[in-house]
């Protein structure tokens, strides 16, 4: 990405939401990775890591672009969250150690995370309210992928002890991350002689409660499930050749009474959308359905993507 004025533009096309970024006065070549929060038209987060690992987090605030901070010999995996109060934290692992920025205006405020070794895979950071984030981590042995997590309280500057959350086959593919309403919702598929095996773990930020379901034999070309909200409900979405599978949870998460299955001959690849907090949305973002004239990528909610049958079916 290379400066070329200095803008945040929108439009809306179709059902489709479209924005372009550009950063005056930085050059950003090489981008290895980056994490945006949209919160709206006038306020924005954007982290950029490059491929010298030089990490930048710019904050838009509706005018210009501006660059806060720049650390070096970042690690891929850090990991930002916005939370309900607007303050954005920032978790930057590096081998001089992991540190914590939270930034409620342009001074950020910092704590050490010293019980995290400077090489841990960190998967996720949500923002549980305004208090209380929650960081995922993994941990690979000889024998087990280890999902982890802990509990940061901004008000008194404390970690948990570390929480235990599942040893996972090492063979487990397509590990994916889902939050919704103070729920965090792990999928992930382990193989079953020619067929996969779609598991869900459900974790409860507040009690720390775990629930785990089987979900059932899938083929071995399904692609991986998305997440979203229908009605206050929870869906689970999986594409198969030609069908298009869900799931329905109407207490999130605890228990999933319905299954259905839908005609889907087109070929799609379906995406989540979340809020600035990263919460599922009823909303799903799809490309390659070239049967409807929408944008590239379409935004549907659910229950128009699950009307979209040859059958006219809806949940």
């Known amino acids: 990405m290379n400066s070329s004025g200095d803008m945040m533009a929108f439009r809306l096309q179709d059902s489709s939401f479209h924005y372009e970024i550009r950063l005056e006065g930085n050059a950003v070549n090489n981008v290895q990775s980056f994490q945006g929060c949209l919160v709206s038209s006038?306020?924005?987060?954007?982290?950029?890591?490059?491929?010298?690992?030089?990490?930048?987090?710019?904050?838009w605030k509706g005018v210009k672009w501006q660059r806060i901070c720049t650390w070096q010999q970042v690690a891929p995996s850090f990991q930002s969250a916005l939370d309900p109060s607007g303050i954005f934290h920032l978790i930057i692992p590096s081998p001089e150690g992991n540190r914590l920025f939270s930034f409620p205006g342009q001074e950020e405020q910092e704590a050490d995370l010293h019980f995290l070794e400077p090489d841990s895979l960190l998967l996720q950071l949500y923002a549980v309210d305004q208090d209380n984030l929650l960081l995922l981590r993994k941990e690979i042995t000889e024998s087990a992928c280890c999902i982890t997590y802990y509990n940061y309280n901004s008000?008194?500057?404390?970690?948990?002890?570390?929480?235990?959350?599942?040893?996972?086959?090492?063979?487990?593919?397509?590990?994916?991350f889902f939050f919704s309403q103070g729920m965090v919702?792990?999928?992930?598929?382990?193989?079953?002689r020619n067929k996969k095996l779609l598991n869900l773990l459900s974790i409860n930020a507040g009690s720390g409660d775990i629930v785990e379901h089987c979900l059932g034999k899938l083929s071995s070309s399904v692609l991986p499930p998305v997440m979203s909200t229908l009605d206050d409900d929870i869906i689970i979405l999986v594409l198969e050749p030609n069908n298009l599978i869900y799931w329905r949870s109407?207490?999130?998460?605890?228990?999933?009474?319905?299954k259905g299955e839908l005609p889907c001959p087109w070929p799609l690849e379906l995406v989540p959308v979340v809020n600035p907090q990263k919460e599922i949305t009823d909303y799903i973002a799809l490309e390659g359905?070239?049967?409807?004239?929408?944008?590239?990528p379409g935004l549907l909610t659910t229950g128009k993507l699950l009307s979209l049958s040859p059958y006219g079916l809806w949940l």
């Open 42 to 59: 006038n306020n924005a987060h954007l982290c950029l890591l490059d491929t010298a690992k030089n990490l930048s987090y710019y904050h």
């Open 250 to 258: 109407r207490d999130q998460g605890q228990n999933w009474t319905t």
């Open 155 to 176: 008000p008194s500057h404390t970690w948990s002890e570390k929480i235990p959350v599942a040893n996972l086959p090492l063979d487990c593919q397509d590990l994916q």
């Open 289 to 296: 359905f070239y049967g409807l004239e929408l944008g590239r």
């Open 185 to 192: 919702h792990m999928t992930y598929f382990t193989p079953d």
